[in-house]
């Protein structure tokens, strides 16, 4: 089975600091790796995924994440934070074959809430 | 422009009343799902359905129920039975086949309120 670990449910940065939200992640196969945003009352939307090759993988409004498989992490980074980044971000795994979080589903972190101080 | 469309966004509900969450999507998908959302939980699967005429229970399917009459579409019903139905639902949709990386597309969910 797999799990994911997020570090922190909240977390917060001052506005143009970094922002590093950490992901560890369990799998008994590569996985597919992803970072979802959601914004409040809204929808989940993606941010960036790994799936195969650069294991530096960029995604939108500036946010990228690094996949290490030595330490099964797959922490978001992003040089200097806005105000506009203040939301709930979830990391995500997916068995390649398919067989993860309810049949080629995907299996969620709980969520970490970003905070930026002005 | 494709996507998937939830309604109601914002629903209330007495005590012991059925209720029905629409999902449409028109992005072709094959696979579609229902997820629960409560602060601090993450999102818990409720059910999945991989094609048509066919769905599978997830992790706290008691007191819901679904139907796949249509690719289209995947409404989930919230019976009396579910004891704590006060939370935000989540569907969502993927890729079949080849094309298929695992990535889920989301709606905007409905946000369910007992009275």
């Known amino acids: 089975a797999q799990s994911v670990t997020q570090l922190g449910s909240h977390v917060s940065v001052s506005e143009g600091a970094l922002v590093l939200l950490r992901c560890n992640y369990s799998s008994s196969v590569p996985p597919y790796l992803f970072w979802y945003v959601q914004y409040p009352n809204q929808g989940l939307q993606l941010l960036l995924k790994?799936?195969?090759?650069?294991?530096l993988v960029k995604g939108i409004n500036g946010f990228e994440a690094e996949f290490k498989k030595s330490e099964t992490s797959f922490h978001l980074t992003k040089p200097s934070a806005h105000m506009s980044d203040a939301a709930e971000y979830f990391c995500a795994v997916s068995d390649r074959g398919g067989s993860g979080g309810g049949a080629d589903g995907l299996t969620f972190g709980k969520g970490t809430h970003l905070i930026i101080q002005p | 422009d494709g996507g998937i469309t939830q309604s109601p966004k914002y629903l209330f509900r007495k005590e012991g009343q059925n209720v029905t969450l629409s999902c449409e999507q028109n992005?072709?998908?094959?696979?579609m799902y229902w997820y629960r959302q409560d602060p601090g939980q993450g999102l818990r699967l409720i059910y999945y359905?991989?094609?048509?005429?066919?769905?599978q229970k997830g992790d706290i399917a008691e007191g819901y129920s679904v139907s796949r009459e249509k690719k289209e579409s995947f409404p989930l019903t919230v019976t009396s039975a579910q004891k704590n139905p006060t939370a935000f639902y989540l569907c969502?949709?993927?890729?079949?086949?080849?094309?298929?990386?695992?990535?889920?597309?989301f709606g905007e969910g409905s946000r369910l309120t007992v009275l």
């Open positions: 992005l072709n998908h094959d696979a």
């Open positions: 969502a949709s993927r890729r079949s086949g080849t094309a298929n990386t695992g990535e889920l597309f």
């Open positions: 359905s991989q094609i048509v005429n066919d769905f």
């Open positions: 790994y799936t195969t090759g650069a294991t």
